[in-house]
């Protein structure tokens, strides 16, 4: 079992749909949960992180974290075509491991 | 602009050949990352430094694989005798060092080996 697991889609959605975006994950040491957007042929970009449980809103981006089911969640309101892109979960303990992305469309 | 910045942003090489990739990273950052990712997969961690100091190193970092941060602000990473395997995005991030979680990534090197 991967350390953190995360579905690839692609995911398509209509605009203004809300998205919900998960990574599972086994190691129990993770302490802080991040989320990255990454356009296609750019770097990834920092959205949140959150540490240790409970939820973190910003915007129209809210990320929650279960520690007790291991499993990590980012919501999406009112989604719009420019947050198509590939959204990277990630974890640390004493270095950061990264899922391996969730496409994402947004359908105008 | 005071991001991360990497160069060259592309690089097509022959197999066989050295190439060298350049990191300058947030001015007041004291920490810096490289990473490596393929398509379809998340940034693999390969190596940080600590101000000057190379501080881990991944298995991913085979002995062809060599970073260095002299002076403690920019990085390279240089890849000697190149491998089809070695074809990825390259990248480079950087952040504080109390705030290592929040790590702020350069548009990265593509690399092509032929």
């Known amino acids: 079992q991967k350390e953190v697991e995360q579905d690839p889609g692609p995911l398509s959605v209509p605009e203004g749909a809300i998205v919900s975006l998960n990574c599972t994950y086994s190691n129990s040491a993770f302490q802080y949960f991040m989320w990255y957007r990454q356009y296609s042929r750019k770097g990834p970009e920092l959205l949140m992180y959150t540490y240790s449980s409970g939820n973190k809103e910003d915007g129209r981006f809210t990320a929650q974290v279960d520690k007790s089911s291991k499993y990590i969640s980012l919501f999406i309101r009112d989604s719009q075509p420019s947050d198509s892109a590939t959204y990277l979960c990630a974890m640390r303990d004493d270095k950061i491991i990264f899922g391996k992305g969730t496409r994402l469309h947004i359908l105008p | 602009d005071t991001g991360v910045s990497q160069d060259p942003r592309h690089k097509i090489t022959k197999r066989g050949q050295n190439v060298t990739f350049r990191c300058d990273p947030i001015?007041?950052?004291?920490?810096l990352y490289w990473y490596r990712q393929t398509l379809g997969q998340g940034p693999e961690f390969l190596t940080y430094f600590q101000n000057e100091a190379q501080l881990e190193k991944s298995r991913l970092l085979s002995d062809r694989f060599s970073a260095e941060r002299p002076k403690g602000s920019f990085s390279t990473l240089e890849i000697q005798r190149t491998e089809q395997g070695d074809s990825a995005m390259y990248l480079c991030?950087?952040?504080?060092?109390?705030?290592?979680?929040?790590?702020?990534f350069g548009p990265g090197t593509r690399l092509t080996v032929t």
């Open positions: 001015s007041e950052h004291n920490r």
């Open positions: 991030a950087s952040s504080r060092g109390d705030s290592s979680y929040e790590q702020y």
